[in-house]
């Protein structure tokens, strides 16, 4: 029994010594395992803000146009033959010797079928183009159909852009007279409470005279409509209207409007705001003296202040251009002459 007691006591001491062994090798990084560990930490080390690999790095296979571009430098430049090429790089003879067509080539069919159900029906998604493919009798996968559907991005959102039409250039040059070209503006400004407001302003190019400014937060192609339809009632309509390519200046409901009423648009060219030169100089004379001179705190306001400015444009302020006379007394005295010539 005490022999049997020793040879136990002996065992347990052993393996005490032992796992003192493995502790002391784990402590101090020695032993197969830990130096594997290390030499992976080492190898996948990342940068900071990177994304740490999960084992060794590999290099990443060559795709099948460069396994085939190696077939060929190897047999050309270092005189191999085809098997012993095909060999190195892994490739099969019979993959060589296969003509190479273009994915595209062979997906055209496809291609050109979808574009011509996007160019009829732009709503559609993959699953109502795919079975009515199916409906004429065309058999393809969907999976293909939905991989060249995905290529030609038809599953993104399809936005079509409001093209505008090709515009010519316009000269400036106005006769002296009311009412033979009018020109037409916006113009964006804030209330002191930090509310966006608009004003369209109406300038008779012929003799400078300032006709309207409408003023609110919202200012779409029917409130233009309603605005020329008072000057209409109290001065009469021009024969042409000058106006940039705004959203409000190119719907047909202004087009039908002037089409009513025989009245000419002359749009600008697009990013041209010099061939709308008078109403921009306009703009820039009552923003200095009406929006960057005041704080607003409503809509009332702002339009008590265009109204007396515009009073004051008119019929006392000296313009430059008109030989230092209000544009009210220009336009009488062109009227004067023109009367005087009619009557001669």
């Given at each position: 029994?005490?022999?049997?007691?020793?040879?136990?006591c002996?065992?347990?001491?052993?393996?005490?010594q032992?796992?003192?062994?493995?502790?002391?090798?784990?402590?101090?990084?020695?032993?197969?395992?830990?130096?594997?560990?290390?030499?992976?930490?080492?190898?996948?080390?990342?940068?900071?803000?990177e994304?740490?690999?999960?084992?060794?790095?590999?290099?990443?296979?060559?795709?099948?146009?460069?396994?085939?571009?190696?077939?060929?430098?190897l047999?050309?430049?270092?005189?191999?033959?085809?098997?012993?090429?095909?060999?190195?790089?892994?490739?099969s003879?019979?993959?060589?010797?296969?003509?190479?067509?273009?994915?595209?080539?062979?997906?055209?069919?496809i291609?050109?079928?979808?574009?011509?159900?996007?160019?009829?029906?732009?709503r559609?998604?993959?699953?109502?183009?795919?079975?009515?493919?199916?409906?004429?009798?065309?058999?393809?996968?969907?999976?293909?159909?939905?991989?060249?559907?995905?290529?030609?991005?038809?599953?993104?959102?399809?936005?079509?852009?409001?093209?505008?039409?090709?515009?010519?250039?316009?000269t400036?040059?106005?006769?002296?007279?009311?009412?033979?070209?009018?020109?037409?503006?916006?113009?964006?400004?804030?209330?002191?409470?930090?509310?966006?407001?608009?004003?369209?302003?109406?300038?008779?190019?012929?003799?400078?005279?300032?006709?309207?400014i409408?003023?609110?937060?919202?200012?779409?192609?029917?409130?233009?409509?309603?605005v020329?339809?008072?000057?209409?009632?109290?001065?009469?309509?021009?024969?042409q209207?000058?106006?940039?390519?705004?959203?409000?200046?190119?719907?047909?409901?202004?087009?039908?409007?002037?089409?009513?009423?025989?009245?000419?648009?002359?749009?600008?060219?697009?990013?041209?705001?010099?061939?709308?030169?008078y109403?921009?100089?306009?703009?820039?004379t009552?923003?200095?003296?009406?929006?960057?001179?005041?704080v607003?705190?409503?809509?009332?306001?702002?339009?008590?202040?265009?109204?007396?400015?515009?009073?004051?444009?008119?019929?006392?302020?000296?313009?430059?251009?008109?030989?230092?006379?209000?544009?009210?007394?220009?336009?009488?005295?062109?009227?004067?002459?023109?009367?005087?010539?009619?009557?001669?």
């Amino acid at each position: 029994m005490s022999a049997t007691r020793d040879e136990s006591c002996d065992l347990l001491q052993m393996e005490k010594q032992v796992w003192r062994y493995r502790c002391f090798r784990a402590e101090t990084g020695q032993g197969t395992r830990s130096r594997e560990r290390q030499a992976q930490a080492d190898v996948c080390q990342s940068g900071f803000g990177e994304r740490r690999d999960q084992g060794a790095a590999r290099k990443k296979a060559l795709a099948p146009i460069e396994v085939r571009e190696s077939v060929g430098h190897l047999t050309q430049e270092k005189n191999m033959s085809v098997t012993q090429a095909c060999k190195i790089v892994s490739m099969s003879r019979s993959s060589w010797y296969r003509p190479v067509q273009n994915q595209k080539e062979k997906d055209q069919t496809i291609i050109d079928i979808l574009n011509e159900i996007v160019a009829k029906r732009r709503r559609w998604g993959f699953w109502k183009c795919y079975n009515w493919m199916r409906n004429q009798g065309m058999e393809w996968n969907h999976k293909r159909v939905h991989r060249i559907y995905c290529a030609m991005g038809l599953n993104l959102p399809r936005r079509t852009k409001k093209r505008i039409p090709s515009r010519d250039k316009q000269t400036l040059e106005v006769a002296a007279r009311a009412d033979v070209m009018w020109s037409m503006d916006f113009m964006h400004d804030t209330l002191y409470g930090g509310r966006k407001f608009r004003t369209l302003n109406i300038l008779d190019e012929g003799v400078r005279e300032a006709l309207a400014i409408e003023v609110n937060t919202s200012l779409p192609a029917e409130r233009v409509v309603r605005v020329l339809d008072q000057l209409k009632e109290r001065r009469g309509l021009p024969k042409q209207i000058r106006v940039d390519n705004g959203p409000e200046f190119i719907p047909q409901t202004l087009v039908l409007w002037a089409e009513e009423n025989g009245v000419k648009l002359h749009h600008i060219q697009p990013g041209r705001p010099t061939q709308n030169a008078y109403i921009e100089r306009f703009n820039r004379t009552f923003r200095n003296e009406v929006l960057n001179a005041y704080v607003f705190d409503d809509l009332d306001e702002v339009r008590d202040h265009a109204w007396e400015w515009m009073i004051d444009y008119n019929e006392q302020r000296p313009h430059d251009a008109l030989g230092n006379i209000p544009p009210t007394i220009y336009r009488k005295k062109m009227e004067q002459i023109s009367t005087y010539e009619l009557s001669a």
